[in-house]
């Protein structure tokens, strides 16, 4: 089988460096095609966990991998003026309470509020104390209770993570070709891409195109013809704009992405190692670049490294990421605005969900039905999860919030916010993304708290109450044992 990647960013260089180690065994050929005329969209920073068993499962070795693409920990993501102006809280990768407690903790910390009305969440979280601490551990499984309860991602070069993958891919056979795409031929019977013809007139044929074209959808939209679904009704912001600026404390380097809200939408801010990414995501019906871009300046001053990188989206999706004999993945084939860094994550789910599908080597239309579905779930859950961040808040101080207040929402979402408001429950989904913690964790952190809890926590004796308040004392002293984030990268990224 000869598969076509076209593109090189992040997309075009996960895919080939997924698809060249899990399809060695067999004889697939994979080329890839990428023009330095058309570029990458040079943003995407923040990940998530699941990049870790991603680059676990393709042979990378983390240390190699943080140090190639100056990486450091992302323990979460602190959210600050979402629910009001003035409120914080970080969205950790991990649970509340001790692993082994046999009703949801929260129900607990809810009784416990009772005598201890000032007593917080975020206590009974290893992930978010650490992370407000500067601190980091790597989770040492499977022995100790506190360190079995949260996760860690990265914040990464993205552009170095798209360089560390050509090498890795081409060692292990991927051709790599530098050309401009022009043309898309279709056979007239099938509907299926037959070849792609390059500005030099050179041509490359093959049995599977991946498009990582990026927003342009080369082949997916433009040639295809696969509409894009709006979701812009439900996620407004359509602009961002990113800057790069110098570290103020390169000391002192947070392990979590910032995400701040503002009266036309958030900014974000990202630690590397040897530099910050900012940026601003934001509504264009309710403000403009130059605002936006002032508003970016009055924060970074001189730090800022490079002139404004602006950028057009509209949040949505192609419903049919494979359809013929292509397949979308990253930007071509939908976005959803970054702030709970997801991007990277549908990449990879894009690809293990097709290598799963893959190993009949022949494109099936029940192959293409399972794969659709599968990334739409994902999709629509990421959506929902991002309209919640909005929607779960007091503030209406500017046109855009006030039109927030107003907006429909998704059915599903509706359900999950009357659920959670009554009984403090959300229906669990056994994989993918967004697990009950992170929706506890945006419901509580913008201040909705439930209106019942578990009888179960009321049943709970005096002592065991105590024993679970306790807990708080164990993360404590977890957290200060820990090193800090800057030890630990001075450490484990250090060469050699
Ligand atoms: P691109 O990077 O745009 O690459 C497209 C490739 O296609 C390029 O190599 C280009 O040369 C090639 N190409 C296009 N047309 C042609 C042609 N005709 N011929 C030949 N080659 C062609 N994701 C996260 O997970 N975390 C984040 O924090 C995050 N932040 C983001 C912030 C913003 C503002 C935006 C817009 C996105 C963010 N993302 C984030 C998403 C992330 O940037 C993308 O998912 C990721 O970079 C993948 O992009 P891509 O490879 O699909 O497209």
């Not at 070709?177 to 390059?198: A, K």
């Not at 009554?422 to 201040?447: A, R, T």
């Not at 404590?476 to 030890?487: C, P, Q």
Request: net charge negative; hydrophobic share 35%.
């Amino acid at each position: 089988m000869r598969i076509v990647i076209l593109g090189g960013g992040t997309a075009g260089w996960m895919t080939a460096a997924g698809l060249s180690h899990f399809l060695q065994d067999s004889d697939a050929q994979i080329h890839l095609i990428e023009s330095d005329k058309v570029g990458t969209v040079g943003v995407g920073e923040a990940t998530l966990p699941h990049l870790k068993f991603f680059n676990q499962t393709i042979g990378i070795d983390e240390q190699e991998f943080m140090r190639a693409t100056n990486a450091t920990i992302k323990l979460g993501i602190e959210f600050n003026n979402w629910g009001q102006i003035g409120q914080s809280y970080i969205h950790p990768f991990g649970e509340y309470g001790p692993s082994t407690t046999p009703i949801k903790f929260h129900h607990i910390w809810h009784r416990l509020l009772e005598k201890h009305p000032d007593l917080s969440l975020q206590n009974f979280s290893a992930g978010e104390m650490m992370a407000r601490n500067f601190k980091f551990q790597i989770p040492q499984l499977p022995d100790d209770d506190v360190s079995t309860t949260y996760s860690y991602a990265y914040h990464i070069d993205a552009g170095r993570y798209a360089k560390f993958l050509r090498d890795i891919s081409t060692k292990k056979g991927v051709t790599r070709q530098e050309g401009l795409v022009e043309n898309v031929s279709l056979d007239p019977e099938s509907g299926n891409i037959l070849f792609l013809r390059l500005e030099d007139g050179d041509t490359i044929s093959g049995d599977l195109f991946i498009d990582c074209s990026g927003f342009r959808s080369v082949l997916l939209g433009q040639a295809l013809g696969e509409a894009y679904e709006d979701w812009s009704h439900y996620l407004p912001c359509d602009r961002a704009i990113a800057i790069p600026s110098t570290h103020t404390t390169p000391e002192k380097l947070p392990p979590y992405t910032q995400a701040e809200a503002h009266g036309h939408g958030w900014t974000w801010k990202i630690p590397l190692q040897h530099r910050n990414g900012n940026g601003s995501v934001y509504c264009s019906e309710y403000t403009s670049d130059d605002k936006i871009e002032a508003l970016l300046m009055r924060k970074l001053g001189t730090t800022a490294l490079a002139s404004p990188n602006k950028i057009r989206f509209k949040a949505g999706l192609r419903r049919k990421q494979w359809k013929k004999n292509c397949i979308g993945v990253g930007l071509s084939a939908g976005f959803l605005e970054p702030l709970e860094s997801t991007s990277i994550y549908l990449i990879q789910a894009a690809i293990t969900t097709l290598v799963e599908l893959l190993p009949n080597k022949r494109i099936d239309p029940v192959d293409i039905k399972e794969f659709n579905d599968v990334i739409n779930v994902e999709y629509e859950r990421i959506r929902d999860f991002l309209i919640l961040h909005y929607v779960a808040t007091e503030r209406n101080d500017t046109e855009f919030w006030r039109y927030i207040q107003n907006m429909p929402l998704p059915h599903s979402l509706i359900e999950k916010i009357s659920m959670f408001k009554s009984q403090g429950f959300v229906p669990e989904y056994k994989d993918g993304l967004f697990l009950f913690p992170s929706w506890l964790s945006v419901f509580i952190g913008q201040g909705i708290i439930p209106q019942n809890r578990d009888p179960r926590a009321d049943a709970l004796s005096q002592a065991d109450l105590d024993r679970h308040l306790n807990y708080a004392n164990t993360v404590r002293k977890f957290v200060d044992s820990s090193e800090t984030h800057t030890e630990f990268l001075n450490k484990y990224c250090r060469q050699g």
